[in-house]
């Protein structure tokens, strides 16, 4: 049996109403939770009303919905004002044709214009599909050909990216700068579109071991999923500002970035740049942040800068949680030690569309632990005939389908979707898991190749057919290569094409090759040269499992 970590942290008293948390385990249910939401009665859906205009028309168009700070800017935006560049940004998009179902991409930087975006696309029916700012051509392109997005919402600097002639689907290119100032031909026009629980929201792209990038598409009934762990996960009160470092390209961004915080009306941070610990701490200062959203790597970064946060009134952080990668304990007591905080782990997955284990404020934290179910959802550890394991013992973590989040389908492909649920009424993770007495989920591992570097999803498939693209590059096998900063960095074994020899320079070369055509956070870190690589004796499938092994070996 795995080693589970004994020592426990108790609920910090006073900044959380602990009854109210007894309570929500005990009773807690998807039905009743669904009728908190204005559509319940109305039978009309849709997420950008929920989010922005339903706070308007309830008397808070008044409240700030957001702070934006970059390096050299810094604005704020009502709830009223947001609900006025949505409405103004989907009469745009309605002026260029879009309609109900259609894929609309969103490729911006961090800025209030990418959620306006996201929200507009929304507001008139449309499926936003929000890309990674740090995407790169073929990122982008095999992205929008997948799901033959028609327009593209993007910056005059971004959209070198855009290789239009290779995306045929595309037909209209809008620049956010230009948005703003176009003038719409009818401005009484209703914009929201009413659509059904089932229709399309947001499609997030993401990795699995095999294959390209996979289309994961959530409906409007997420939002019920979306309300109740912003809720009781994420404690939302009215004077909390928010803040969720992750880009609404990834799925953290979106539901804890966006849909969750402002269903529950909170006033949220979006923060442009790259980290830097000086201007983290300098931020959550001046904005006075009160509930703060990361994940292991970055808090693992703030550690190594030792004593910086003494240096900045935290005064106002009363809450902080944590997602995408195994969070160590050492990290926990840090918080605690240091900041006076716990770190509420929280786990769940693109697919799973929101929280499914997590720590409650106001319950016991075992560091080393993802925490316990959410209310309402059921989690079992599997064999590899689909039977529950008693607790204690390793297996595939499971959970009792459906539930309000759970994906609607992965694009045009349904052998995908339906592998997700092979064992008869659960959803399979791909995550190997235990489950201890008290009901607390402890990770394991992965039981496949997909990696996990700093929180970001990478599949081997997508950076392997990368790198033979390169002229010098025979085969590829690529790794999540264990590491104490990132979790697991990206690591390539290749062989060369005769006529190349191996250099520093070659490396590089092929390094940046990766990196400029697919992302930074793809590119192997490194890249090792091999005579011949490890295979499957009969398909003759590179063994990754070997070449995995072999680099844990060296580790140790
Ligand atoms: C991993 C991010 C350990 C896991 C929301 C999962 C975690 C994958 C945790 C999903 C956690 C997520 N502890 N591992 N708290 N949370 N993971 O789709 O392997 O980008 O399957 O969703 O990240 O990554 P995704």
């Excluded at 934290?365 to 039977?387: A, C, Q, W």
């Amino acid at each position: 049996m795995a080693s589970i970590a004994q020592t426990t942290i108790s609920p910090v008293k006073g900044s959380f109403n602990l009854s109210n948390y007894d309570c929500v385990r005990k009773s807690f249910d998807w039905e009743d939770a669904s009728k908190e939401l204005h559509f319940w009665e109305s039978g009309k859906v849709n997420a950008a009303y929920e989010t922005i205009d339903r706070h308007v028309v309830d008397g808070y168009g008044d409240k700030i919905a957001l702070h934006y700070i970059n390096e050299n800017e810094k604005r704020s935006l009502t709830f009223s004002e947001v609900k006025e560049k949505t409405d103004h940004y989907g009469r745009i998009l309605k002026q260029h044709g879009v309609k109900k179902g259609d894929r609309v991409f969103i490729f911006l930087p961090k800025t209030p214009e990418c959620y306006i975006s996201i929200l507009a696309v929304i507001k008139i029916g449309a499926i936003a599909g929000p890309l990674f700012e740090a995407f790169m051509e073929d990122a982008v392109k095999d992205r929008i050909n997948d799901c033959k997005g028609t327009v593209l919402i993007t910056d005059k600097d971004l959209v070198q990216r855009v290789q239009r002639a290779d995306i045929p689907s595309l037909e209209t290119i809008l620049f956010s700068e230009d948005i703003e100032a176009t003038p719409v031909e009818n401005d009484r026009e209703e914009v929201v579109e009413w659509l059904g629980k089932e229709d399309g929201l947001i499609i997030h792209y993401t990795s699995g071991s095999t294959g390209k990038p996979k289309g994961v598409l959530h409906a409007h009934r997420s939002m019920i999923h979306h309300l109740q762990s912003g809720k009781w996960v994420l404690d939302i009160k009215d004077d909390d500002v928010y803040w969720c470092t992750s880009h609404p390209g990834w799925v953290t961004g979106s539901v804890y970035g966006l849909f969750a915080p402002w269903l529950n009306r909170a006033t949220i941070v979006i923060q442009g740049g790259r980290f830097k610990a000086e201007n983290w701490y300098q931020l959550m200062e001046d904005l006075k942040v009160t509930t703060w959203y990361s994940a292991p790597t970055a808090f693992r970064m703030l550690m190594s800068q030792g004593d910086l946060f003494k240096n900045y009134d935290l005064s106002s952080l009363r809450h902080i949680l944590s997602v995408g990668e195994p969070l160590n304990p050492e990290v926990i007591h840090w918080a605690w030690n240091n900041l006076g905080l716990r770190i509420h782990d929280t786990w769940w997955m693109t697919e799973t569309g929101g929280h499914l284990i997590v720590n409650l404020p106001a319950e016991l934290i075992k560091p080393g632990s993802m925490g316990r179910p959410f209310p309402g959802i059921t989690v079992g550890i599997l064999d590899d005939e689909g039977n529950e394991l008693p607790r204690g013992e390793v297996g595939q973590l499971a959970v009792r389908a459906p539930w309000p989040g759970l994906m609607k389908e992965i694009w045009g492909n349904k052998d995908k979707f339906d592998s997700y649920f092979k064992y008869e009424g659960w959803y399979s993770s791909g995550d190997l898991a235990l489950q201890d007495e008290d009901g607390y989920v402890f990770f394991q591992g992965r039981s496949d190749d997909m990696i996990n570097s700093a929180g970001e999803r990478i599949g081997p498939f997508e950076v392997e057919s990368k790198l033979i693209e390169h002229p010098a590059v025979a085969e590829a096998g690529v790794i999540g290569k264990p590491d104490a900063l990132r979790g697991e960095l990206v690591k390539a074994f290749i062989t060369l094409r005769t006529g190349f020899q191996e250099s520093e320079e070659l490396l590089e070369e092929i390094r940046l090759f990766v990196r400029k055509n697919l992302s930074a956070h793809a590119a192997p870190r490194e890249i090792e040269v091999m005579n011949e690589l490890p295979k499957t004796k009969i398909s003759g499938k590179i063994l990754r499992r070997k070449l995995k092994e072999w680099e844990i070996q060296k580790v140790q």
